[in-house]
C-alpha cells in the first residue's frame, strides 16, 4: 500500500470561508464595496448557522473588520461598525497574532476616522498601531507590511517625515517579498508624497507613482484608480506638462464618477478647478469647484470644505 497516494483529507471548512474572502475581495477590488461587505456578512451568518467554530471563521471576520474601515475613508461610514466587528474579535480569541492584527486594524480605524477633520488628532490611532509591536510574535508578511504601512501614514501626517519614509520603504520590501501588490502601490504611493512634497524631486515621484498606478492595473484595483490619477495630474502639472496633468484629473473625475466614489470625485474636481486657475481660466475654475464642494458636503468632508471656500473666495 503507497501511503504517499492517500489524498490529504479536504477542510471544508476552511475552503468555505476562503471562498467567501476571495469573492468578497473581487468585489472591493472592483469598487463594490458595499457588496463586498454584504458577502463577508452573509458569510459570517454562514458560518455561524453551519457551527464551524469560531476560530476558523476569525479571517472572515478580520477581513470584514478592514473592509469597514475602508468604508470610513471612501464613504464616511463611521466607525461604530468596525470598531464593534474588531471588539468582538478580541472576545473569541486569546491569540496573540490575532489580537495584534486587531489592535492594527483599530489603529487605522480611528485614523480613517480623523483623516478628514480640519483638526485631525491621531494619538488614538498611534496608541493602537504601537501596541502591536508589544507582542511577542511575528505577524504574518501580508499583515506586517500593512502594519508597517499604517504606522508610516500616521508619521507623515504628524509631520515625522524620516520615520515615515522608513516605514513605507520596509513596508514596500516586504511587500515585494510576497509579490502583494496592493499594499505595494500604497507604499510607494505614498513615497511619492514625499518625494513631491519633501524632497521636491518631481521626477523621482512621477515614477513613483506611475508603478503604484501600474501595479493596481495589474491586479484591476480599480477602487483606488481614481486616486492615483490625480496624484499622477498634481505632479504632472508641478511639472508644468498641463496637457498630462488635464487627462489625468479628467480619468480621476470619470473612473469616480463611474465608482459613484463621492470622495475621489470630489477630490477630483478639485484639482481640475486648481488646474483652470492656474490657466486664469476662473468660470470653468469656480465650476469646478462648486460641484466638488457640493460632493464634499455630502460626505461631511470638512477639511476639504474649508479649503475650497478658501479656493473660491480667492476667484472673487
Known amino acids: 500500500m503507497h501511503l504517499q497516494n492517500i489524498p490529504e483529507p479536504v477542510d471544508h471548512a476552511n475552503a468555505l470561508i476562503t471562498a467567501i474572502s476571495e469573492i468578497g475581495f473581487s468585489h472591493y477590488r472592483i469598487g463594490k464595496l458595499d457588496s463586498a461587505l454584504d458577502i463577508l456578512s452573509q458569510g459570517i451568518i454562514l458560518c455561524e448557522r453551519a457551527e464551524i467554530p469560531t476560530g476558523k471563521s476569525l479571517n472572515l471576520r478580520l477581513n470584514q473588520a478592514k473592509l469597514?474601515?475602508?468604508?470610513?475613508?471612501?464613504?464616511?461610514?463611521?466607525?461604530?461598525?468596525?470598531?464593534?466587528?474588531?471588539?468582538?474579535?478580541?472576545?473569541?480569541?486569546?491569540?496573540?497574532?490575532?489580537?495584534?492584527?486587531?489592535?492594527?486594524?483599530?489603529?487605522?480605524?480611528?485614523?480613517?476616522?480623523?483623516?478628514?477633520?480640519?483638526?485631525?488628532?491621531?494619538?488614538?490611532?498611534?496608541?493602537?498601531?504601537?501596541?502591536?509591536?508589544?507582542?511577542?510574535?511575528?505577524?504574518?508578511?501580508?499583515?506586517?507590511?500593512?502594519?508597517?504601512?499604517?504606522?508610516g501614514l500616521i508619521y507623515q501626517n504628524t509631520e515625522r517625515i524620516d520615520k515615515a519614509r522608513l516605514s513605507f520603504e520596509a513596508s514596500m520590501e516586504l511587500a515585494s517579498s510576497e509579490n502583494l501588490f496592493e499594499i505595494q502601490s500604497f507604499a510607494?504611493?505614498?513615497?511619492?508624497?514625499?518625494?513631491?512634497?519633501?524632497?521636491?524631486?518631481?521626477?523621482?515621484?512621477?515614477?513613483?507613482?506611475?508603478?503604484?498606478?501600474?501595479?493596481?492595473?495589474?491586479?484591476?484595483?480599480?477602487?483606488?484608480?481614481?486616486?492615483?490619477?490625480?496624484?499622477?495630474?498634481?505632479?504632472?502639472?508641478?511639472?508644468?506638462?498641463?496637457?498630462?496633468?488635464?487627462?489625468?484629473?479628467?480619468?480621476?473625475?470619470?473612473?469616480?464618477?463611474?465608482?459613484?466614489?463621492?470622495?475621489?470625485?470630489?477630490?477630483?474636481?478639485?484639482?481640475?478647478?486648481?488646474?483652470?486657475?492656474?490657466?486664469?481660466?476662473?468660470?470653468?475654475?469656480r465650476e469646478c469647484y462648486e460641484e466638488a464642494l457640493v460632493a464634499a458636503q455630502k460626505i461631511d468632508f470638512s477639511a476639504l470644505i474649508a479649503q475650497l471656500h478658501t479656493r473660491i473666495a480667492t476667484l472673487d
Not at 213 to 222: A, E, F, G, T, V
Open 188 to 285: 510607494i504611493r505614498h513615497l511619492g508624497f514625499i518625494q513631491q512634497y519633501v524632497d521636491h524631486d518631481l521626477d523621482a515621484a512621477r515614477t513613483s507613482f506611475t508603478t503604484s498606478l501600474n501595479l493596481r492595473l495589474s491586479i484591476d484595483l480599480k477602487i483606488y484608480l481614481p486616486f492615483s490619477y490625480q496624484t499622477l495630474g498634481g505632479v504632472c502639472a508641478a511639472q508644468g506638462d498641463v496637457h498630462t496633468a488635464e487627462q489625468y484629473f479628467e480619468n480621476a473625475r470619470s473612473t469616480a464618477l463611474e465608482l459613484d466614489n463621492v470622495r475621489a470625485l470630489a477630490l477630483s474636481l478639485a484639482a481640475l478647478g486648481d488646474l483652470r486657475r492656474d490657466q486664469s481660466q476662473m468660470a470653468d475654475a
Open 68 to 151: 469597514q474601515a475602508v468604508a470610513i475613508f471612501m464613504n464616511n461610514a463611521t466607525p461604530q461598525n468596525a470598531l464593534q466587528t474588531l471588539n468582538d474579535i478580541r472576545h473569541m480569541t486569546p491569540d496573540d497574532t490575532v489580537l495584534a492584527r486587531t489592535d492594527d486594524l483599530t489603529g487605522l480605524v480611528h485614523y480613517y476616522s480623523q483623516l478628514r477633520r480640519q483638526e485631525a488628532d491621531y494619538a488614538q490611532a498611534e496608541s493602537f498601531l504601537d501596541r502591536v509591536a508589544t507582542y511577542n510574535i511575528e505577524l504574518p508578511i501580508e499583515w506586517h507590511s500593512e502594519w508597517l504601512f499604517h504606522k
